[in-house]
């Protein structure tokens, strides 16, 4: 299990939601107070409602997509019991004990249409998150949604980006897509990756990690000529959470970068070197003199 704040937490399950299909996640409070603070948080972070319902009746509360996939939040008794869910978010004061007979035993593996399991348990657990919850989530949750529509762009033109709509546009098209596949075994790989103008972006996920526990450095391997930016950092408490980036830099292409630590994100920014516009010089008028 994971531990964080409701926000990420909530933020993170409904990127899964985009993100697959026949996924299902349950979010378990403790009391209807707290389950009003989960629908407004959930309806705080929904940047695109066109393919969403919000549901809040006496039987059924959550936020349900056409695709199928849901949210669902549930007031923890025995009326839970036999809910079949991909990922969950636990109010962090239910009982251990209640935890362990009512929620754990009905987490299941994601499957296709046939019935057939399409992963390992394993990536069940990474999807466990044990959460606070509170009336200050619903303002971080108004807050976090203004800053992802507009915080990027006050940042962009504050490097003096010609024209950050672009990358506005980015966040939400082809080009500001997820990264899946890591060029090195055993390293964090990107959770986001975008290009735009002549800087790349690489985004990390640190969620549950300290700002001041996260170290980063360069590393020249003389015999290959390669640079990487190593990125490192633990936290250990209850849980254990980690980042380990081992990203090459091309020097050929980028001569500086820039890491910064926002909101359980490491972000790397690399900035293509600007070359010297070459003399070229129009001789046309004199051939023949």
């Known amino acids: 299990m994971i531990h964080t704040n409701l926000v990420q937490a909530l933020e993170k399950q409904i990127e899964f939601c985009n993100q697959y299909t026949r996924y299902k996640c349950g979010v378990f409070v403790r009391t209807k107070e707290q389950r009003e603070i989960v629908m407004k948080c959930i309806s705080n972070l929904l940047l695109d409602r066109s393919n969403t319902q919000l549901r809040n009746y006496a039987w059924k509360l959550g936020c349900y997509w056409n695709n199928g996939n849901c949210i669902e939040v549930l007031l923890i008794n025995d009326s839970v019991r036999g809910h079949r869910f991909n990922g969950v978010i636990i109010e962090n004061e239910i009982e251990r004990d209640i935890v362990n007979s009512l929620i754990m035993p009905y987490l299941m593996v994601r499957i296709d249409s046939t019935g057939h399991k399409i992963e390992e348990f394993n990536n069940v657990k990474e999807r466990i998150f044990t959460v606070d919850i509170s009336k200050s989530n619903v303002i971080e949750s108004k ?147």
Not at 282 to 288: A, F, T
Request: hydrophobic residues 35%.
């Open 143 to 289: 807050n976090h949604s203004i800053y992802i529509s507009t915080g990027w762009q006050r940042n962009m033109l504050s490097r003096g980006l010609r024209n950050s709509n672009i990358f506005i546009n980015d966040l939400n098209e082809e080009n500001f897509k997820k990264e899946y596949m890591c060029m090195f075994d055993n390293h964090t790989a990107a959770h986001r990756v975008a290009q735009v103008g002549t800087d790349k972006i690489y985004i990390y996920n640190a969620i549950g990690i300290p700002k001041e526990n996260i170290k980063y450095e360069t590393e020249f391997v003389n015999r290959t000529k390669e640079t990487y930016l190593n990125i490192k950092g633990e936290y250990k408490d209850i849980f254990e959470n980690e980042i380990d980036v081992h990203l090459l830099i091309d020097t050929d292409v980028y001569n500086k970068y820039e890491v910064e630590f926002r909101d359980g994100l490491v972000i790397v920014f690399l900035h293509e070197i600007i070359n010297k516009k070459p003399t070229l010089e129009d001789v046309s008028s004199k051939k023949g003199e």
